[in-house]
């Protein structure tokens, strides 16, 4: 470039390298959908591309490609299905190099999957869904880890058609 050996050059990247570029915008994986990455200086290495429907907690393999296929078809089991999942890939032999998409995403392992969500106030009392006070850190999965309010399941979950959230009796501004 103009600069080339000049103080003023841009310094590119000289160690090894990944990306994780599919899913950062969230959205739903349906039956089956395309995980890319870009990497760089990992000639001859394998990459594990994984999943997690615990916020990165714990990680499940998908497979184990070439780190220049730069991409996975994923076509998940009914076993895989989670309304909020991540991937990442990661260098088989050094995990320190490693990438996740960045927005929870759904994954539908069939066009019919649904999923069902909970919402709750500051009380149980009178509720029928619902047997726990809803909070903004609960996952709104079941009647014991309600959301609080509505807007945090939709802030969260990509929804789809068919898909049912139960509002439990309380009062919600």
Request: proline fraction near 2%.
């Amino acid at each position: 470039g103009l600069f080339g050996g000049t103080g003023e050059a841009s310094k590119s990247r000289t160690n090894a390298w990944l990306f994780a570029m599919s899913h950062n915008d969230g959205g739903s994986l349906i039956q089956t959908g395309r995980l890319e990455w870009t990497s760089g200086y990992l000639t001859g290495a394998t990459v594990d591309v994984q999943f997690s429907t615990n916020l990165g907690a714990s990680w499940s393999n998908i497979a184990n490609v070439a780190a220049t296929n730069g991409s996975f078809n994923w076509a998940p089991t009914v076993a895989q299905q989670h309304p909020a999942a991540l991937w990442r890939v990661v260098v088989s032999t050094n995990s320190a190099i490693a990438s996740t998409n960045s927005k929870l995403f759904a994954v539908r392992a069939q066009t019919n999957t649904t999923f069902t969500f909970y919402v709750n106030d500051d009380s149980t009392n009178g509720d029928i869904y619902c047997s726990a006070i809803g909070r903004g850190t609960n996952s709104g999965l079941s009647a014991a880890t309600p959301k609080r309010t509505l807007q945090s399941v939709l802030d969260v979950y990509a929804l789809a058609p068919g898909d049912t959230i139960y509002i439990d009796t309380g009062n919600y501004e």
